[in-house]
């Protein structure tokens, strides 16, 4: 059996000590590797100082398969990744004039500018006998070696163009230095906590050794993880299958996609497929639903617009929901929630409309608990409402709220039953 | 003069080496730091594991003179930073029935549970002669030690609960550390961008060293943070008031707080100050205004509600814009957004309103650059519309718009000049 390799990320930048920036590339390179089946026991974070980087380096060397850096590769004098690493593991430095073509071109096909200016150049040098990282989405390149038994791969440290570097460059270079390598499929799960989702999915994950199986809590939604080693990603597909069967079988529709990037996208493709348009009647999310949908490159194609009816007078004239129906249900009720999107609906002139009222907290009603949201959908023919009990805090009833309604349009859209106990332990 | 002091963040969680969550933590903690003048190093991310957080301290303590732990100081057999950092100093562990009557207290009367299980009483154990800093954000308690000349602070790992405690109790613990302390100031600034700021700052700058002045870029804003080194806090006061002031004459009132949370904060406490409701009328920010201000407790106190109308015919249809003002100025223009202003007004009943109109992208409309957006703000008597030019992204192109409104909004309810040129080099 293959030694289990060790990684250690090294992230470059004094800005990252100063908390001027969050340390999304940590978190990020983490997941990769986690994916990879690669261990990472340290993160070290060291400024833009080639004295201190020097020293985590050797300290990095001492106890990792491989290194893997972020930042510090730009064209400035703070730059100085490549030069440090590249002396620590005793190599030359190298000028690339192919890379500084491409850096040329950028310049002038991407950022529009025609003269480029020298210290550009500095990037075009890289550690004799490397891989080069060609970088696409910017222009510092990465690259990797290998020496005396260590693997050090380099990323660009913004994070658009780490991210897509180590997907495109670092994920192939890691892959080929074990036979077998771990494939993954992401199922997004909403409707259910992850506390939920483990113990339904418990006695499958202790049967199983590969794939394997984990649950993660995430913001308003759950990400439970397939993860299959192999030699070859058919081998992978093939043992992944009937556990992605079981587990469809136990959590059902309350998986919205895999490999997907988000429930709105998930909504949004289906929405235009079927060319079906969208309103919103909004209360306790409060235009949260309008703005995940209007986040989306061409949400205008669907969705014509919503109405954020916060007081609740203006449910009865902006929407027209009747006086006497608020009255007599309250307004955070099935009813009200019904009356919203279906007056939403007619108001916006679309296809589909959904509506949330419910109690965000963290002041209560002295009728309903906090955590309680009536989300409803209404097409052309029906209304269906659901009714959900997230909990308490302001920020996850709201989100969970948005969740809801988007995950009522995926079910009447993909044809599943619209109305599910949302949350049931 | 004191020596300058080093301090080293060593983050605990296996959580954060699978990327299960962001390190928020790291840099939070590591901008307080930044505030006191104390200089962080090296951070160091390591995973709940007793041999290898062991290896990390003795690296930590070799090279700093203050170690601040974050995480792992929880009831589960996971939680073991306290016992592996005073093994490495070579401190006992002493229990403290104080602390744990003070759990019992927060079990029964925060989060209702009347038996709190055995395993929370580990908690209460903490290395002899520290000082305590007691949690009253949540159960385990966070503790100081010196010894050997390193200073030693550690924080749960709960986000909340870490932030809390390094303001209550470790800033004072750190600023006791030293006779000359740092204090600091953060101006928020809307509407200009981080290197217009810092150009029209940098012979100010360039002339400062007690207070000194730095520019942050943040999202859609800009920090601007002012710090002065001092034995008290008088002191501190006195040598920055007249900086303030040049600043001020310098940035003017793009400035829209000292030391405040948010933009929509300051409006929502102008706006109940004042007694005004508002209402919003958004097309290309989508609903983020509303979102914005409802992520605020107690919104319903001033926000009434806001239509969403993305799709042009909404305009007309729902707020009553005439399709003629459309046809004859083009949909993103100064006189659509000041209708859909003036009209959401009259539809939410309203004192205030504010709209939107623009182009996010990354599409074009053949006229107007990808970027333009036009705000308007409508009171009783007129209507100020401003024009943005806010650049590329659509996430940039959104979040500036929203921000804009929201300024409008500021200015009028201060008596400020409410059209200004946003974003002008």
Redesign the interface.
Known sequence: MAKQLRAEILCVGTE?????????N?????????ELGID????????D?PE?LT??VD?AKS?ADIIITTGGLGPTCDDLTKQVLAKAFGLEMEFHAELAEEMKRYFHDVLGVSEMTENNLQQAYLPVGCTIFHNDWGTAPGCAFESGGVHVLMLPGPPRECNAMFKACAMPYLRALSDEQLYTHNLRIVGSGESTVESKLRDLMNELSNPTLAP?AKEGEVLLRVTAKAKSQDEAEALMEPVLEKVQATIGDLIYGMDVDSLEEVVFVLLKAKKLTLA?A?SC???????R???L?G??QV?????????T??KT??LGVPADVIEKNGVISAEVASEMAVRARK???TDLAVSTTGL?G?DGDGKNPVGTVFVALATQKEVYVSKISSGIG??RV?ILGSSCALDMLRRYLTELPVVVDYYKK
């Open positions: 990252l000590l100063l908390g001027n920036i969050t340390n999304t940590a978190r990020d390179v983490s997941v990769y590797l986690s990472v026991f340290y993160e070290t974070v060291v400024g100082n201190r020293k985590a300290i106890r993660y919103t909004e999310t409060g235009g949260l639903i309008a703005k949908i209007t986040d490159i949400s205008s969705f014509r617009g919503g109405a954020v009816t916060y007081a007078e203006t004239s902006v108001l916006f002139g965000a963290p302001r920020a709201r």
